[in-house]
């Protein structure tokens, strides 16, 4: 009995522990209540800037992380963040990392006004661009949002007897400064950093390596409600970004209301960036047969009309080729398409047209509103 009642402490104790721990990495405020619900910002976009933890804790521990600027963010190892400190200097080491503060007005990048890329000093990834640069006068360089809300983790910080959010790289951990909600608009917030956290690199020099973002691909799936579609692979690992737009009509420039109402060709479409590394296109392929059902023509669920029409369009001949092979096959083999017709039309590079990105409110809209399309998958 005594060492059940043992096991049952020490396993409340770890949990408590991983709790805290979750806030910690998080940055913000630890929450006071956690069934309770999250206060809404009154800045627009403030919330989508600070839970950049939260959204890289999604798809598989093991994939390698990259960013929607399409940056390689997979932390790096002990060992490697080691091997990068071995060139920093004393007055660099003491900021970054032993999260040192450097005096006011004293930094090289205050007053720089060059445009470019304000990039980590330790592992190179850009974290703030010159566009979002504004003079505080407070002697630090101030921002009033990153490069990309993935390239920055946050940290509670109740050292020196104040209450502040450390900012962080997200890639090596390096100690950059702090944020504070009293920015300018659109985001109300400031960046505040130590010059010697960032290097400067101007635009149109050469980016160094660990600078530059990774190789990617482009796909194009057309599976009905482009919401749901672009929510499902927004969250598939090795897809760097989806976006909702339309393609394969004859109309320039379509608005979604053309879209519905005349007869403009177009298909609510999903564009796909991914990684090759991460996930191949056969893989995606897949993907877009359990996100969609390939058997329904010019519908899909309750959405009925040509633009709901289930397409791929290569964006390449090799693409064509292997869409229309595992179409094929799965015809043949799949026993789910045993006595259903697949549909889904495979539309080549030179046909398919421009992509258009649809309206701004229909981006990330399940991100944004909650709530989900039904899909064969929740079958
Ligand atoms: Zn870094």
Known sequence: MKTAVLVL??????????????????GGEPPADSTSPKPVSAEPGKDSLMNSKDQAGKGEASARKISRAAYDVTPLSKTRVEELAKKLTAEEAAVILSKGTERAFCGNLVDNKKDGAYVCRLCGLPLF??????????????????????HVAYEHDTSLGMTRTEILCARCEAHLGHVFEDGPRPTGLRFCLNSVSLEFV????????????????????????????????????????????????HLLNPTYKQVCNEDTGHAETVMITFDPRTITYTEL?????????????????????????????????????????????????????????IVTQVIGAARAGKFYPAEDYHQDYHAKHGGHCAMPEDD
């Open 202 to 249: 101007e635009k149109g020099a050469a980016w160094p390596e660990a600078s530059r973002p990774i190789e990617t691909q482009a796909a194009y799936f057309a599976g009905g409600c482009f919401w749901g579609v672009e929510d499902r692979f927004q969250q598939t690992p090795g897809v760097v970004e989806a976006v909702s737009g339309y393609m394969g009509g």
């Open 285 to 341: 392929l897949a993907k877009f047969f359990r996100y969609h059902d390939p058997t329904q023509l010019n519908r899909q669920g309750p959405d009925y009309g040509e633009q709901y029409r289930s397409a791929i369009f290569s964006s390449s001949a090799e693409q064509e080729e292997e869409a229309k092979r595992f179409i094929a096959e799965q015809q043949a083999s799949n026993p789910k398409y045993k006595s259903r017709k």
């Open 9 to 26: 402490v020490v396993v409340a104790l770890a949990a408590l522990a991983a709790g805290a721990a979750a806030w910690t990495k998080r």
């Open 129 to 150: 661009a010159s566009d979002a640069k504004f003079d505080s006068g407070t002697g630090w360089p101030s921002f009033f949002q990153p490069f990309d809300k993935d």
